[in-house]
């Protein structure tokens, strides 16, 4: 029997509840390659999609409402606190964190295809574009600084800066201990190692890993590597033709995982464990004292960090309350798609609400009694059942070594569906949530939540005027707080690729100044060198040219270009 006839028949029985699916188990586990993470995690999701294929998807009658929307009868089961009310219990909640082993994750596993960059390491590292090799966008993205200790300008890695961000908070002392623990992937893992390796700026006579090894109340732990997944074929059948990773529900199920396995989770030496899972390019994807403070002081188990809905969040989900038929109510993740199925699509972009940033937060000291009591009493395959996320399936398609166009079909899953699960299935069994969430305001929103999604946010946050980088503390400073620009830059010539790339975008924007920016739309492509941008403006050029547009300021403007380069202006 060849390899894959093999992994179809052994992941059949693998799903299994008795002596011949374990033994199926540790079979095709070993047949793949995987370890323990990855593996389990593959479990979940493949029996999740041979029950809805043998069953279908039947869903529970539950209808769901955003928060902005939703009954004062269900808003009473909503567990949520306001970042500003812990600010005012600020001296209180900072003693808290102090007591506190933060075990800091950052997700290092994408490459981030939607932002290019292969030009602009091309250009920094004085090398063709075809002896470039992608790592992480934090790895791949660099912030100008002044060398903390030579005064001279250096260009250190988001990954390297969110590092020093991480030691000077412990030498600061605002929390008990710092616990590194990378979550890379094999395209990633090489990036993430350099940097660790590399001499610090704190102290150029010892690397990363030195300084830390060295310096009391700092420990790197261990590396996730998320593994890349067979895909099943038109048949719906297992193939090795196309591997891809599972989504970032793997991290979340790690972490729970680690309730059960002590050698999953590092020492928390008399502090408290706190786990926080974030976006790996994201230079405000930490959680401070007020909220660590606050789920130790109040004993809170899984926070989720939430930020009030803007028009930048319009493509975005929105955390909502879930009410089935029963009576039930829980938490879930209202998208724009299933507004729009339902013929709401226009109102929800409108509603008020809060979108998730990916910031989710694990107190291990009272998650772990928890979990310990319920897989005690359902059995540790129900509690990994349990937390499997719901199941996205994603068609890609990819010729074969014929060259013929064939469909794969992805199994993966979102890290808030996992928590989410389990939050459902905890308040049914037990009466009370398990996830509190922590909702950050518009004022506050950029210290938590900064994605680079494209190559205009990295512009924007590391070389316009609307952010300052601090080195004091590796931290952004937003010189216009409570606001964001909408943008839209499209070139249908380059279907967008053009806009997509970083160094393109630095030259686009290079000495513009969008502090006081709204809105901007571009169709086609121009160049706005130290262009002054007020409120909302939008461009459009019809010419196939790139049309430089001057230096003269612009303000709630409308500017179109037409094919024979004319310029017109007028007012919005």
Known sequence: MDERSEINRLMEMAIRDDAEGLDAR?????????????????????????????????????TAYPLSTAPADLLKHLRMVAYTDLAKHSEFYNASAKKAALWIKKMQAGTGSSVSRTSYLARRFGVTAERVTMGAKGTDLFIDVLH?????????????????????????????????????????QKAIREIWQKRSLLDPKRTYEELVQETPGLERFRATVQSYLPTLDEDGQITFERLAPGGHA???????????KPELRPEAAGNVLVSAISNGEDIGGTPDALMVGWMIAERIPIVLVTTDKTAVDMKGGVISLLKSSKGDVSLTVLETAQAEAAGQGDIFKKAEGCASTNLTLFNYEVLVPKIEQLVCEIGEDQFLKIIAPDLIRNVKKQKDAAGKERKYLQLEGAM???????????????????????????????????????????YMQFHSDRFRFEVTNMRLKNLRPGELPVISLKDGASDDRYYQDVETVLEVFRGASILNLDALTIEGRVKLTGVVLRGRIEIINQSAAVVELGRSPLENARITVGTDGSIQETQL
């Open 250 to 260: 793997l991290f979340a199920v790690d972490a729970l995982r680690a309730t059960r």
């Open 148 to 188: 903390p200790i030579t005064g001279r300008p250096v260009k250190i890695p988001i990954v390297e800066a969110q590092i020093l961000q991480s030691i000077l908070d412990r030498k600061a002392g605002v929390f008990g201990k710092i616990i590194f623990h990378d979550l890379v992937s094999s395209e990633t």
């Open 416 to 458: 808030g569906s996992t928590l989410m699960n389990l939050d459902r299935y905890w308040r049914r069994r037990y009466g009370e949530p398990l996830v509190h969430l922590i909702n950050v305001d518009r004022r506050h929103r950029t210290q938590f939540f900064s994605p680079i999604k494209s190559a205009f946010d990295f």
């Open 26 to 62: 540790r079979k095709a586990q070993a047949l793949l390659g995987l370890d323990d993470a990855n593996w389990f995690y593959y479990l979940t999701l493949f029996e999740r999609n041979t029950v809805q294929n043998r069953q279908g998807v039947v869903p529970e009658a539950r």
